[in-house]
Nanobody, 123 residues
């Protein structure tokens, strides 16, 4: 069982930056693929960024060039650095873990989820 706890959300003006963190329990964190998803009111949860066990990274087109995912396996933590934020980035952001380790854009491939952290970008 893996438990995920997100932190770092908040209110920021458009053009600003935030860094989200997701701390994971368990001793096999380095074997997991990790992902960030988001869900805005009235919309489906969507993929934002991912990091496979190999540390390869991948992004949705909507955040490519603005967001960066990274991981510190020694700290069992994955980060999402968000820059040039836009009002449309407003959502609850969720951290997720995929025990198979292979990167995926598909939320059904992720076994464990955090509770989410709110990010609000004002115009």
């Amino acid at each position: 069982q893996v438990q995920l706890v997100e932190s770092g959300g908040g209110l920021v003006q458009a053009g600003g930056s935030l860094r989200l963190a997701c701390s994971a329990s368990g001793r096999t964190f380095s074997n997991y693929a990790m992902g960030w998803f988001r869900q805005a009111p009235g919309k489906e949860r969507e993929f934002v960024a991912g990091s496979a066990w190999s540390r390869s990274t991948y992004y949705s087109d909507s955040v490519k060039g603005r967001f960066t995912i990274s991981r510190d396996n020694a700290k069992n933590t994955v980060y999402l650095q968000m820059s040039s934020l836009k009002p449309e980035d407003t959502a609850v952001y969720y951290c997720a873990a995929n025990s198979r380790g292979v990167g995926s854009f598909n939320r059904i491939d992720y076994d464990y989820w955090g509770q989410g952290t709110q990010v609000t970008v004002s115009s």
